[in-house]
């Protein structure tokens, strides 16, 4: 499968266990901070912005899995791939990879839902629907 969008990242000391291996909650990191600069490498705006001029809450993740295949240490450089978002409604999953010289470390997916301000609700944020002008910075 052929990413959307990629990046190479040097793994930090500081997200490495005494051994020096990457603690895996810092891989979901990762794919996570992938999500956001994909985001605005289509064509979106920087996240801040986008809550001003989209009315958007966020896009917070419900839905986590990852598989930790093989290791990364400190001083490797991975890159993580992402796969452009598979909409439903309201929410998309995403798909990610992240390789250390081609060998499979990591394979998850996130699942996060298109949120809005609405005060009158009692955390003052609702799911919409996600606009058909993001779901079109996303087709191939």
């Given at each position: 499968m052929?990413a ?32 956001v ?6 064509g ?37 791939e ?6 439903e ?9 992240i ?31 996600v ?10």
């Amino acid at each position: 499968m052929t990413a959307f969008f990629s990046r190479t990242l040097r793994i930090e000391w500081g997200w490495c266990d005494p051994a020096g291996i990457v603690f895996a909650p810092r891989f979901i990191d990762m794919m996570s901070e992938n999500t956001v600069q994909m985001f605005e490498f289509a064509g979106l705006p920087k996240k801040r912005q986008m809550r001003a001029e989209m009315n958007i809450a966020g896009y917070p993740l419900v839905d986590l899995q990852a598989r930790f295949i093989f290791p990364a240490t400190y001083g490797d450089n991975v890159i993580i791939e992402s796969d452009a978002p598979v909409f439903e409604k309201s929410s998309f999953t995403i798909g990610h990879r992240i390789r250390k010289d081609g060998t499979l470390c990591v394979e998850g997916a996130e699942k996060r839902v298109w949120t809005v301000f609405d005060p009158s609700t009692p955390s003052g944020i609702k799911s919409a629907t996600v606009p058909e002008d993001v779901r079109r910075l996303f087709e191939t």
